[in-house]
Every structure is written in C-alpha cells, then in structure tokens.
C-alpha cells in the first residue's frame, strides 16, 4: 500500500548521507511523494515540491541489493542559478548572500578566484551507484538565457558520467561530456564541450554586444583533462584545447561606459573611439592551447575588412591569473588607428583593461624622443599604422587550426599570432 511522505529540512544531501548517497549540498527543501516498499527496493513516486528556489517533481528508486543503488527520473520547470552553483563546488548559501568569490574561498581557493576547490566525496562515491536522467525547462541566469536542460548520470564504481549534458543557450546549443574517474589516484577528469553556430548578438548581449547590426555567428569547442579531487586541481594540472570561431559576418556594440569591461569597451579602446559603424568579420579564431593548466593564445587572429586583429599570452587555471594583449593593425595607411595594444590584466575574477599598457607607454616615449631629437614627422612616425597587415587565409581560421598552421590570403606563414606560449611578447 502506498504511503505518503513528506521531507524538509536545511540540505538535503544531509538526508541522503544518511544512507550513505551522495548529492550536491542544497538550500532549504521541502519535497512530498508517495512511497512503496517492495523487498529491497523502495520506490517513491509523484514526487513534487521545491529546493532553494526552484521547483522539482518525479520520482527515484533505491534498491539496497549487494550495491546501494539509486534511480531518478526528475523534471524541474524553472531552475534559479543559485541552486545550480552546488554542481560546480560552490556553497549556494554564500553564493546568494555573498557572492561567487566568497563561495570559492569558502571550498579552500586562494583569495579573489572564482573556480571552486570542494572535494569530491571519493569515498562514498565509490560506495553507491547511480543513475539520472533530469529535465530542466529553464534556468534563470541574468546574462545568458539557457534553457531545455537534458542531463544523463550514470555513477558505477567510483566512475561517474555526466553524459550527455545538453542545453540550448542563446539559439544555440551546446553538447557537453564531463567525466570524473575517481577509481584513480587522484581522480582522472575530462571535459568536453561543444558549441553549435550560435548567434554572437543573442549570446554576447549581456556583455556590450548590440544585437541589433550583429549578423556574425560563433562556434567552437573545450576539450581539456586533467587530475585531481576538485574542479581546480583537474584544471590546474589540464591539457587539451580551448577553440572559437567566427565565420563571416557582423558585429556592433552598444554604447558603453568606459568603467565596464565588456566587449563594448573593449570594441571603444581597440579603436579608440572611432567605430561608426558594424565591424565587418571575415573570419575569426579565439584558441588556446592548454598544457599543466597554463593556456597561451594558439592563435587569436580576426580578419576583418579593414583591420586583421591579433592577441599574445594567456591565462592560467592554477592562479587564475590573466595576461592578454591584443591590437588592431589596419589594411590601408592611416593616422591614430589604433594598433597600440590594448592589455587584459588581472584575475579571472577581476579583469581590467589597460587603457595604455607598457607596450604603448615604451612607444609613446620613443615618439616624445624623435620628435626632439629629429623632426616631427619622425615623432608622428610612432604613432602612425603603415597599413600593411595581411589579410587572414580563413580556411585555418574557421578549422580551429594552431598559429603554426595559420597563412595569409597569399598562402605564406603567419609571423604575427605568437608561438603558442603564455606571454604577450613571444
């Protein structure tokens, strides 16, 4: 006979370690289901109610065989961002009350990073096994819209699957596969993570981007593995490859106060201030190559119809620390026209752009200096683009393809996208 019951309370990983299952902490809950027992299974169905702020309804097994074994079928409707931060490691308490950077340093990162160093719960992970298959209808995030969520987990012996996990985001989808092997020592884990075409006005609109005037799409691909008990030390010891690219078109931002760092500030300094109009893309690749968690730029290059857009350095997962410089070198002679580098500097959790970098502050110099020393043409020199950058082959671009594969429309190697390595002057 079904029995009804009821469950609430602060977390509820806390109830289910009771029998010694494993779940990602949660805000307070209040669930209700009707039970049936039959020999060593329980079965619990027309489960409803909610977590945190999102609602949860379906029903799961557990059968108390040789293994403990658990099995959900689960749908929530509308998932608050919050209540998702407990699948990366992040407390989702401090997470509402104080934020991202406070949740990280409470899982035992450094001060300021934002990736998560809560330990994975190796031994009881090995004690249990689990299947999921979990629908989310939305999730309610500020800058991004993501919906129609689809994740498969499968748990069995210490060896967990997040595969596959689906989502649409921006009118695009992406496809992912996350895998945690904690039969090793440390866990082995891998991440895969792929994005079709998707509108980069849509996607980009929380971030200086004008959807309007952006005709321009991005695809692209994360594929990294590394060792470790937490998502931190799998990325700080990682390697793989990180890749984006631009087919044809267009892209506008919107305008923007120069405080902010986003893509519309970044569009202002690159150009300094003189964008009138859509930048027309031809082609572009955002990628970096990634080796013990050190990821350098192989290559960053855009090609646009009057610019070809090049950046050098990189970031690294371990400290989270950012060196990035990019500039715009034009395709026809021109005065002021903005190739000085623009510099990305920080941490993950605090980037900054550099209104004038070292690079530029050595040039701005050695202009002062000649036009004392010689004449003021030659001071003006310093500052002038001779209009000699070489359009980008797309073929390399669109492929993904390292700077060592990079050429010009005329089919000769590329000197200009760095060597793959994490400094802005390689």
Not at 162 to 171: D, E, I, K
Not at 176 to 182: A, Q, W
Not at 377 to 397: M, T, Y
Request: aromatic residues 6%; contains cysteine; hydrophobic residues 40%.
């Amino acid at each position: 006979m079904p029995l009804k019951v009821r469950a609430e309370g602060r977390d509820l990983s806390e109830l289910l370690a009771i029998i010694d299952v494993a779940i990602p902490r949660t805000r307070r809950y209040a669930l209700t289901a009707q039970m049936v027992k039959d020999d060593e299974t329980y079965r619990f169905t027309g489960m409803k109610g909610r977590f945190g702020q999102s609602d949860l309804a379906g029903g799961f097994t557990i059968a108390n065989a040789e293994r403990l074994r658990i099995d959900a079928k689960l749908v929530t409707r509308r998932l608050d961002i919050i209540d998702a931060a407990p699948f990366i490691g992040y407390n989702p308490d401090i997470v509402a009350s104080k934020g991202a950077v406070a949740a990280a340093a409470a899982s035992g990162s450094g001060p300021r990073h934002v990736i998560p160093d809560t330990e994975l719960p190796v031994a009881m992970m090995n004690r249990f096994d689990a299947g999921l298959d979990w629908k989310i209808g939305v999730i309610r995030s500020r800058n991004v819209p993501v919906q129609d969520i689809s994740l498969k987990l499968a748990l069995d012996r210490g060896l967990l699957k997040l595969s596959p996990l689906t989502f649409s985001m921006a009118r695009g989808d992406v496809a992912s596969d996350f895998i945690f092997d904690t039969r090793k020592r440390p866990a082995a884990i891998s991440y895969d993570i792929r994005l079709a075409p998707t509108p980069m006005g849509r996607l980009l609109a929380g971030y200086g981007v004008a959807e309007a005037g952006t005709s321009g799409t991005i695809h692209g691909r994360i594929k990294l593995a590394g060792r470790g008990d937490t998502i931190h030390d799998s990325l700080a010891t990682s390697s793989g490859r990180i890749a984006f690219m631009m087919p044809k078109g267009t892209l506008w931002t919107r305008n923007v106060q120069l405080a902010e760092l986003d893509i519309g500030t970044f569009a202002y300094k690159m150009f300094q201030g003189k964008l009138k109009k859509p930048v027309e893309i031809n082609c572009g690749l955002v990628a970096f190559t990634v080796n013990g968690g050190q990821a350098a730029a192989d290559p960053i290059l855009i090609d646009t119809s009057k610019n070809v857009i090049t950046g050098r350095g990189g970031f690294s997962f371990d400290t989270e620390a950012l060196s990035l410089a990019f500039r715009a070198d034009g395709k026809k002679f021109s005065l002021f026209s903005g190739q000085s580098p623009v510099g990305i500097e920080g941490r993950f959790a605090e980037p900054s752009l550099q209104v004038i970098s070292p690079e530029l502050l050595g040039r701005a110099g050695a202009g002062l200096g000649l036009a004392v020393a010689a004449t003021p043409v030659a001071g003006l020199l310093a500052f002038v683009d001779i209009g000699d950058a070489k359009s980008a082959a797309c073929g390399p671009v669109l492929s993904g393809a390292r700077a060592a594969a990079q050429r010009t429309s005329k089919g000769k190697p590329r000197d200009d996208v760095g060597k793959g390595k994490p400094k802005k002057d390689d």
